[in-house]
């Protein structure tokens, strides 16, 4: 049963600082993996999406990257601003199957 | 372009009443559709998905039911409701294969008085 988990929980860092979100998946038998910010008491708005085949995508200030192997994801968000305060969730759909499986999130605040 | 509705945006019910929240999506043919809830302040619950019409899958035993009368048409019902069904609904599709990932509806907030 794929499992995901995602490190640090809550993140709190100053303006302009360069961050790494984790996520960490159980089973590496994925089709891909997709990134998500949730505002909070809005729905999910999605980040960037990284197929199996892939090694990383990147939008603007932000780069996922994916490591099959050894069942973990990172996304990059490059001099964070506050707007970038928002929960993130990563989700992967595992082969064979016909939905994401969600982590935790991580909630980030960015101070200004 | 394909997009998703959802609505409505807020409801408030009292406990016993009944419910209904419809999701629909424009723009694409046989869609795999799917119902999550996402209690106060907690992760993100998969409760239904359905990959054709007439097709349901439910992930959790519980108070709610969902049906698939059109291809692009999702419903999430409940007879009578509990205070514990309040929550943030949201509706989602995507391809068979999760070729292009999960696109959500903007979810419904449920207060259950």
């Known amino acids: 049963k794929q499992e995901v988990t995602q490190i640090p929980a809550a993140l709190s860092v100053p303006e302009g600082e360069n961050l790494v979100l984790n996520c960490s998946f159980t089973?590496?038998?994925?089709?891909?993996l997709q990134w998500f910010r949730q505002d909070p008491g809005k729905g999910l708005t999605s980040l960037l999406l990284?197929?199996?085949?892939?090694r990383e995508q990147t939008s603007g200030r932000l780069n996922a990257s994916l490591d099959k192997s050894s069942g973990r994801s990172t996304l990059y968000i490059a001099a964070s601003q506050p707007g970038d305060s928002a929960t993130y969730l990563c989700a992967v759909w595992t082969s064979g199957t016909y939905k994401y499986i969600f982590g935790t999130g991580t909630r980030l605040k960015v101070l200004a | 372009s394909q997009t998703i509705h959802q609505w409505p945006a807020t409801l408030v019910q009292p406990v016993g009443s009944p419910l209904s929240l419809e999701c629909t999506v424009e723009g694409t043919s046989n869609p795999n559709l799917y119902w999550y809830r996402q209690a106060a302040g907690r992760g993100l619950q998969l409760l239904f998905y359905?990959?054709?019409?007439?097709?349901i899958s439910s992930e959790v035993p519980q108070n709610l039911s969902a049906s698939r009368p059109q291809d692009r048409q999702f419903i999430l019902s409940s007879k009578k409701l509990l205070l514990s069904d309040s929550g943030f609904y949201l509706c989602a599709w995507s391809t068979g294969q999760g070729n292009y990932g999960y696109t959500f509806g903007s979810g419904t907030r449920l207060t259950v008085v």
């Open positions: 089973d590496s038998a994925i089709y891909n």
């Open positions: 359905s990959v054709g019409i007439g097709q």
């Open positions: 990284i197929q199996s085949s892939q």
